[in-house]
């Protein structure tokens, strides 16, 4: 990068890049993560908030907008709130910028760190360039797909939860388990409205390699076994089960899906994206009450 701050026109597609409406998904995983092990608020808190917020969603979406610029061209939904869609004469800044902004946090992440939350960064940073990156190219793996897409939002938890010591419970563990099954829920219904123009471009997907119907039902069973896990966990935690009822609501209308007509579950995708933060809110919520020890 030859300039110290990119021109308006490239700071304004590299903010679309990176997902505004998508920031919270890693960085509230993170710091809540820590704070509620820890409760101390610490450079570590603060930096690795600040990573998991605009840095790390730049470099996971901005490899992949870059490397799937082929396929999203031919793509209607691209080139808005659910990705953008980058010229090709925009490819190199986008990940020069992605590298150069992420690096300084990394570094001083690692300095403030130790061994294992070395491995967990890496691990996180890893699934970021293997899911878009030729070469690799997991996304294009089914059900690996879907596995390392919900890799990058449980990925900033179980570093916080390492970063700062945490105990690991089963009851921790279940907590995981189920934001895991979420987040590959949440990829593999994703996929679903992309079966057609992914078939087209020649990518495989979970959705392609299933099938919209049998994806849509996997999504829903996977939510559903989030709910399940949810009651493993201790009051109030155990209340987040009712989280999986809203995403069951928005994908049942799809359960009969036919390839075909698979654009139309983006209808559903674009009620999800605005029922995260609704689930959100309710998360926040139980962690306000588990930080302040309600019984």
Known sequence: MTDVLPSPGLARRL????????????????????????GAVDARLVLGTLFF???????????????????DVGNPRKGGVEGALLPPEAHRATLGWAVGL???FVVALVALGDPASWAVLAVSLFAVVAYSAPGLRWK????????????????????GLVLA?????????ALLAA?????????????VQD???????????IATALGARATVRLAMALWASAGLLMLLTPWPALLGAVIA??????????????????????????HFLWVNYACGCIVTLLCIAWAMGVR
């Open 179 to 191: 934001f895991s099954c979420w987040g590959m829920a949440s990829h593999a219904f994703g996929a």
């Open 245 to 270: 009822l809203p995403y069951l609501v928005i994908a049942a209308p799809f359960w009969r899906v036919r390839d075909a007509t698979s654009a139309t579950a983006n209808r559903g995708w674009r």
């Open 165 to 173: 010591g945490a105990e690991w419970t089963p009851a921790l563990v």
């Open 15 to 38: 903010l679309l890049v990176s997902r505004p409406v998508s920031w919270v998904n890693t960085a509230f995983p993170f710091a809540a993560a820590m704070l509620l092990t820890s």
């Open 140 to 159: 294009e793996v089914p059900l690996l797909d879907s596995i390392t897409s919900s890799t990058h939002f449980v990925s900033p938890a179980v570093y």
């Open 53 to 71: 917020l605009v840095p790390y969603n730049l470099a996971m979406y901005g490899i992949n907008d870059v490397f799937d610029y082929a396929s």
């Open 102 to 104: 992420a690096l300084p």
């Open 195 to 205: 079966v057609e123009p992914d078939r087209a471009g020649g990518l495989a997907s």
